[in-house]
Nanobody
Framework: QVQLVESGGGLVQPGGSLRVSCAAS????????MSWYRQTPGEERELVAR????????NYADSVKGRFTISRDNGRNTVYLQMNSLKPEDTAVYYC????????WGQGTQVTVSS
C-alpha cells in the first residue's frame, strides 16, 4: 500500500523557519521524482520544488528560490522541504508528490505564516 505522510507543518511568524517532511512507503522511493506543491483556497495547486530520484536535479519555483531547500534521504524514504525567511504569502497546504510510472499524493500539511 502506497503512503505519503507529511509532517512538520504549523504556525510560524514571518521571517521564521519550518521544515516539513514526507515519509514514503509502498514503492521504490529512489526511483521516483519527489516534489512539494502548495495550494491555497480557491487557487490551483502550484509546484514549489522538485528533486530527482538521485538528488542530482533540483528545481524551484521563482517565488521560493533562495529561501526554500528540498532534499531527500533515500535510506529513510523521506523527502524534506526546509523553508526559511517565511512570508505570509507562503501560507498554504503543502503536499508531497511522487512521480515515476505512477503518481501519488500525500494528504497535505498546513503551513501558516502569521504574526
Amino acid at each position: 500500500q502506497v503512503q505519503l505522510v507529511e509532517s512538520g507543518g504549523g504556525l510560524v511568524q514571518p521571517g521564521g523557519s519550518l521544515r516539513v517532511s514526507c515519509a514514503a512507503s509502498g514503492f521504490t522511493f529512489s526511483s521516483y521524482t519527489m516534489s512539494w506543491y502548495r495550494q491555497t483556497p480557491g487557487e490551483e495547486r502550484e509546484l514549489v520544488a522538485r528533486i530527482s530520484g538521485n538528488g542530482g536535479s533540483i528545481n524551484y519555483a521563482d517565488s521560493v528560490k533562495g529561501r526554500f531547500t528540498i532534499s531527500r534521504d533515500n535510506g529513510r524514504n523521506t523527502v524534506y522541504l526546509q523553508m526559511n525567511s517565511l512570508k505570509p504569502e507562503d501560507t498554504a497546504v503543502y503536499y508531497c508528490h511522487a512521480r515515476s510510472f505512477r503518481a501519488y499524493w500525500g494528504q497535505g500539511t498546513q503551513v501558516t505564516v502569521s504574526s
